[in-house]
């Protein structure tokens, strides 16, 4: 059995949701509501006390992080696999995938949102722009990545989809969630809008889910 604690508009929930899917593997959610805080709560500490979502219980052991569970789940279930077979593309791929991760999602998360707004006195306005500067310079090391790299065709990498594409379709959604000017970014934004035509991509999106509202 595979729980995924999940809140449907976390991105990085949405990144395991996407990869659940495209291996085919079944799970059922656990709703974990950041606005209620059910993320801070005893029982939900007890099992990850990082205090984060996602969370993925399989056979009883829990895994966080997701760009760890990302590849947990693709070394577990290489079919189909998730990271190409070279080194030096695999270490593309995975600094895209941490651009994302480490660059731009970190900054824009729901506690350093609200520690602006509490301990700063930053009003919406402020936040909004904190939350579309980060995004421009993110996704604007993304673009370039991509365009010097030369290396895309219908995806990050290739025609096939990779880990890459998995963090950038989420980042790319919370960005127009945000209304951020995604213009400068043309290939980045194509790429995630053909992934995310796609039955798994689509399966996963926030809107689908149970607890979205
Ligand atoms: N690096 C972690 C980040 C997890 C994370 O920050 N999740 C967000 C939702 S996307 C969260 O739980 N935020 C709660 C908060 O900021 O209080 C991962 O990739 O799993």
């Not at 904190?130 to 219908?154: D, M, N, P, Q």
């Not at 035509?197 to 399966?203: I, Q």
Request: hydrophobic share 45%; aromatic share 10%; net charge neutral.
């Amino acid at each position: 059995m595979r729980t995924l604690y999940t809140f449907f508009r976390s991105s990085t929930s949405y990144r395991l949701r996407i990869a659940l899917a495209l291996k085919g593997l079944d799970w059922g959610p656990r709703f974990v509501s950041l606005p209620n805080m059910a993320h801070r709560t005893l029982d939900y500490m007890a099992l990850n006390p990082q205090g984060l979502v996602p969370a993925l219980v399989e056979d009883g052991k829990v895994f966080a992080q997701s760009l760890a569970v990302l590849e947990y789940l693709d070394e577990t279930h290489p079919e189909p696999p998730l990271l190409p077979k070279s080194p030096i593309e695999r270490a593309y791929v995975r600094g895209l995938s941490q651009i994302v991760g480490c660059d731009i999602h970190p900054l824009n998360n729901v506690r350093v949102l609200k520690y602006l707004k509490s301990r700063w006195q930053l009003s919406d306005d402020d936040t909004n722009e904190w939350y579309r500067h980060w995004i421009e310079e993110g996704f604007r090391s993304f673009e370039a990545t991509l365009a010097v790299a030369g290396k895309h065709g219908r995806y990050c990498l290739g025609d096939t989809i990779t880990i890459a594409d998995i963090c950038l379709v989420p980042q790319v959604a919370n960005a127009r969630r945000f209304l951020c000017d995604l213009a400068a970014f043309p290939l980045s934004i194509a790429i995630a809008d053909r992934a995310s035509s796609l039955p798994a991509f689509e399966a996963a999106h926030p809107s689908l889910q149970a607890d979205a509202f």
